[in-house]
């Protein structure tokens, strides 16, 4: 069955006239005549009745000129489709986050990214730590993810995007809440509430390193499984928690935030793999000049 067939039948029974049909396609009668009786055969039965004085549609007729639309706009729509799928205009990405603190960023990703790109489907991957991240991305499950660094980087394209600092989560009414910075050698005898430790944190990488350079191991009494929950633990008084400042926008009563004014601050970065063909995550990609454009003044502001 060829489309100029079905072109053809929906021609004529839309204008119910064979010489109609026959001009508005371009063609003379005969052959057009011609093209029904062989899609008529083909169908198997009769679609159209008729007589010297009209042409209408049998039950079968009404019920193919409805399929034949329906193909004929998904022929014409095809090449288009294409075209947009090759331009990143359509398809789908899946874009993973490390967490609570970089909900911020995650969100202005999103909102950019919509705005450009309304038709492709944007999906949002559950929290991950950022070694959980990269093996997801490595496994074809995540198409970018939006994560901590350092991470092992290999097959990966990392662009950076911001840093964000180091603070420590205190009940309000400790003896340091009261602080504009304290330094990670004043935090040697407290208890800490950490991320977990076999998820791939480089918070906590990054913890226990500035911990060893001030010469002492971290005292970790309590994991929890994210910020929200170790600030929640903080106000408890579990013990004391450090957390990116962008953690800040949680306001858990009773927590605190006071920046470590010794201690390196957090990349934030989108991590995705070097070699993956989706046109869609080249768009996003394309667009993380303007996001770090957008993300200078907020950085200023928390500075």
């Known amino acids: 069955m060829e489309l100029r067939h079905l072109r053809a039948f929906v021609a004529v029974a839309e204008e119910l006239n064979f010489r109609r049909a026959a001009v508005r396609l371009h063609m003379s009668q005969p052959p057009l005549s011609q093209q029904i009786k062989r899609l008529e055969h083909e169908v198997g039965v009769p679609l159209l009745r008729r007589t010297t004085r009209r042409v209408s549609l049998t039950a079968a007729g ?5 399929e034949a639309r329906k193909t004929l706009e998904a022929a014409d729509a095809a090449p288009r489709l294409a075209r947009q799928a090759a331009a990143g ?38 929290p991950l730590f950022g070694g959980e991240l990269v093996e997801r991305i490595h496994q074809q499950e995540v198409d970018a993810g939006l994560l901590r660094l350092p991470v092992p980087t290999e097959g990966l394209c990392v662009r950076e995007l911001e840093q964000h600092p180091l603070a420590v989560a205190l009940p309000e009414r400790h003896r340091l809440a009261g602080r504009r910075s304290v330094g990670v050698g004043e935090l040697r005898s407290e208890p800490m509430v950490s991320y977990p430790t076999n ?8 913890v226990q390193a500035a911990c060893l350079r001030h010469g002492f191991s971290p005292h970790f009494v309590q994991e929890a499984p994210d910020t929200h929950t170790i600030l929640s633990l903080v106000g408890a008084g579990t013990g004391i928690g450090l957390v990116p400042t962008t953690a800040g926008h949680l306001k858990v009563p009773g927590v605190v935030l006071v920046p470590l004014h010794d201690a390196p601050p957090v990349p934030l970065a989108l991590a995705w793999r070097d070699d993956d063909p989706n046109p869609a995550l080249a768009g996003l990609v394309g667009l993380l000049d303007e996001v770090v454009a957008q993300l200078r003044p907020s950085a200023a502001d928390r500075s």
């Open 62 to 66: 009404e019920a193919f000129l409805r």
């Open 89 to 126: 205009e359509i398809g789908v990405v899946r874009l993973g986050f490390s967490g609570q603190t970089s909900y911020q960023v995650m969100l202005l990703i999103v909102r950019t990214f919509r705005q450009r790109y309304p038709d492709v489907r944007l999906e949002i991957v559950s």
């Open 199 to 206: 998820r791939g944190s480089v918070v906590n990488q990054l």
